[in-house]
């Protein structure tokens, strides 16, 4: 990683998986008193572990840094079998609370708990995965916290880590924005570790719930500033980088998050990642980043002051590969692209004869994919896109010999539909649509 990468880490670190919800939760739970005699009669907990769990309770944050100095290595093990053996609700909050207590201001001692694991299969992980289980917000939020940062201080790969994604994947659809916001704390700590990025990638829906956060956006700029950065990470793995944009669409998004930010450090973060998508996938994004006019607002960042070097040369570096590739790029990559984004706008290829006379055919590569493409747009509630999309249908009919096809996918019944749209410009190229694809007879 270059010095850029590694400034952005540093700024990212020092508030990862910090909320004042969760502060605020375990206060609460840290007042409740649990009846650990009762414990110890039924057999649940033994009677140094009730002793152990005496000697730390309602203790100051000095008491507890001087018991963990002395005897950490015995408490980590401790709360790793309370983790594993207790089910009630309020016993495991109350451990979690516990946990937190002795890494207040101590990270460090997380490596007690890989320590204090050696030799036991399934920990330090498998009590924390299990505390998934329990239907309770804090234990939950809790839970994969402490198993964040035992994954990332660890060279041990968490075998369990697909289905810790599937678990954050319903986290990140909360209705509570404290959880979301939390959880992508937590990916912003996951990511760093390559292989998690794919593993991601590759859970069922969570890049939808993502994207669905991103997309929403986010008042406060710390939490937009960490979703973004998220995305960056993803964005170091070449796949991801190739199928992020053609997949979900990010790019415009990205842009807007850009232009419309408060902070200098959102800017640096979406940079950097346009950054990642050109050097890792420049095929599969330069075309779409110029259908979002990228070009023109990465020469407006070009002509303001930054206090980082490092995102001056990444603008340069954009800049010059996106004008670069305009000089290359085919009127049809172009076009492709708008398909592709789902962008449609009034460019020259659109209503130049002599673009469709060449390329109409083209429509029908790969299984159709860009015929299917321009026929799902008839479904936009935008006049325009709509009236575009009638437009290029018409000319596909009349230059692509594929009446047949527009028949079967419901797009000439759809066009027919649209000759009675309220606005103007849709209903005339719906009728001159139409009129091609009967002339074609």
């Known amino acids: 990683m270059d010095t850029a990468t590694e400034s952005l880490i540093e700024d990212v670190t020092l508030t990862i998986i910090a909320h004042p919800y969760l502060d605020e939760l375990a206060h609460k739970i840290r007042a409740e008193s649990i009846p650990w005699e009762g414990y110890e009669r039924a057999g649940l907990i033994t009677t140094d572990e009730r002793a152990m769990i005496e000697h730390v309770e309602n203790k100051s944050a000095e008491e507890i840094n001087h018991i963990m100095s002395e005897h950490g290595l ?6 790793l079998d309370l983790m594993h053996k207790l089910a009630r609700v309020d016993a495991v909050q109350k451990v979690l609370v516990m946990i937190q207590d002795m890494l207040n201001d101590h990270d460090e001692r997380i490596m007690l708990f890989h320590q204090a694991s050696s030799g036991r299969p399934g920990y330090p992980f498998g009590p924390f995965h299990k505390a998934l289980r329990i239907n309770d917000e804090f234990i939950g939020i809790q839970s994969s916290k402490l198993l964040a940062l035992l994954v990332c201080s660890s060279t041990n790969r968490d075998i369990d880590i697909d289905d810790f994604f599937r678990w954050m994947t319903f986290q990140l659809q909360s209705r509570n924005p404290n959880l979301i916001e939390l959880n992508v704390q937590i990916l912003d700590a996951l990511f760093h570790i390559p292989a998690y990025r794919k593993s991601f990638w590759n859970t069922l829906h969570a890049m939808d719930s993502f994207i669905n956060v991103l997309k929403k956006g986010n008042a406060n700029p710390q939490v937009m500033y960490e979703i973004t950065f998220a995305l960056w990470l993803l964005t ?18 990205l842009v807007e998050i850009a232009k419309s930010a408060v902070k200098e450090k959102i800017i640096r973060v979406v940079v950097a990642t346009f950054k990642n998508l050109v050097e890792k996938a420049p095929r599969a994004n330069l075309s779409a980043m110029l259908v979002a006019k990228l070009l023109p607002f990465a020469e407006h960042l070009s002509t303001r002051k930054w206090s980082d070097q490092e995102v001056v040369d990444d603008i340069e570096l954009i800049k010059n590969e996106l004008q670069n590739n305009f000089q290359s790029l085919t009127t049809f990559e172009v076009y492709a692209s708008e398909l592709e984004t789902g962008k449609l706008e009034w460019s020259p290829p659109h209503q130049s004869e002599n673009f469709w ?22 479904s936009s509630n935008k006049p325009e896109t709509l009236a575009i999309a009638c437009h290029d249908l018409g000319q596909y009919a009349k230059y692509g010999h594929g009446k047949k096809l527009l028949h079967e996918l419901g797009t000439k019944q759809r066009i027919m539909e649209l000759m009675t749209h309220e606005d103007a410009e849709v209903r005339y190229h719906a009728l001159s649509a139409t009129q091609k694809y009967f002339a074609m007879s």
């Open 74 to 79: 015995y408490y980590a093990g401790m709360y």
């Open 357 to 378: 006379r060449q390329n109409a055919g083209r429509l029908n590569e790969q299984d159709h994919r860009l015929l299917k493409l321009l026929a799902r747009q008839l």
């Open 236 to 253: 170091f793995d070449a796949e991801i980088a190739a199928n992020l944009n053609r997949k979900y669409d990010v790019i415009p998004t």
